[in-house]
């Protein structure tokens, strides 16, 4: 493949990506997307949050998943940063404290697609856990 | 923090979370006068002269979360420990404006680091909000912005994880041109 060094390159590849969109099942609502939010304030920052939100966005681009990667502030565990809230569609966000680059792969594989929970839940909401 | 990209996606924050609508990362690297700068501006909702006084106190912060704030602290000591400065500007309503200059070869200099994808991150995170940046070393300099790269993308999304891997490469490849050098 060419590289990519201007906006002429880039808009060469728009039909590309539009075709790459396409492949994607045709869900484009956005609560029925998969969310991953990655706790990015400094704490976050300082324990590797950004390796982990590139893992993300670069395996959703290689598998071609469709999903919205996004940052939040501290949630206040600065002691497991960094932190990743997933919210799949149709379930209640899960926070995956202690996430490093490896630990990020494993997030996708087990629980994004085969709903497999994975170590390092940090319960957000006690009654909520309760209640199931 | 290791090197200067996570300092820029850090302080970056800052400016998304006083819900700013423009952020401008101005870098300059002046080899003659041996010089490394950094300018970061936004349009968020600014501090009173008060605040701006105390953010540089690590035990500062605005949050509820907990009781340290650690972000500009910590490029200040970086800048300082250089033989640089750091300066803060701040207009209530009208935005901030953050300066870290450092001395470019000191050993305690950090690294640059993943710029672009800093920079992208940050983008993808918050596509409704304008990003500039602008590279000057010495001479050469180069200049990024996303309404451009919108427009560019057309109807193709900004923050579609396929697009982060084209920009990375654009900017890095941008960069290499001027003769900046990521790892150093």
Known sequence: ?????????????????????????KSNHPDSLIQVKVAMATCGIASGAKEVMEVFVEEFSKRNIEAVVTQTGCMGYC???????????????????????????KLIDKYILNNELVDGIIPVNYASIDKK | MKDLSMHIMDIFQNSVSA???????????????????????????????????????PFFTTRKTRNVGLGLPLLKQNAERTGGFFKLESEEGKGTKVTAQFVRDHLDRPVF???????????????????????????????????EVKEALGDVPLNDPLVYHYLHEMIAENLNEIGVSLSS
């Open chain 2, 19 to 57: 819900s700013a609508s423009l952020i401008t990362l101005d870098i300059v690297e002046d080899t003659h006068d041996n010089l490394l700068r950094l300018d970061f501006t936004d349009n968020g909702k600014g501090m009173t002269i008060e605040m701006a006084k105390k953010v540089t106190d």
């Open chain 1, 1 to 25: 493949m060419e590289k990519i060094k201007s906006l002429a390159d880039l808009k060469k590849m728009q039909g590309d990506l539009r075709a790459k969109m396409e492949l994607r099942e």
């Open chain 1, 79 to 105: 002691y497991a940063e960094p932190t990743v809230e997933i919210t799949k569609p149709g379930c209640d966000p899960v926070t995956f404290g202690y996430v490093d680059v490896k630990k990020a792969s």
């Open chain 2, 113 to 147: 680091g993943d710029i672009p994808g800093a920079i992208l991150l940050t983008v993808i995170a918050n596509p409704d909000i304008v990003f500039t940046y602008s590279h000057k070393k010495d001479e050469k300099k180069y200049y990024f912005s996303t309404l």
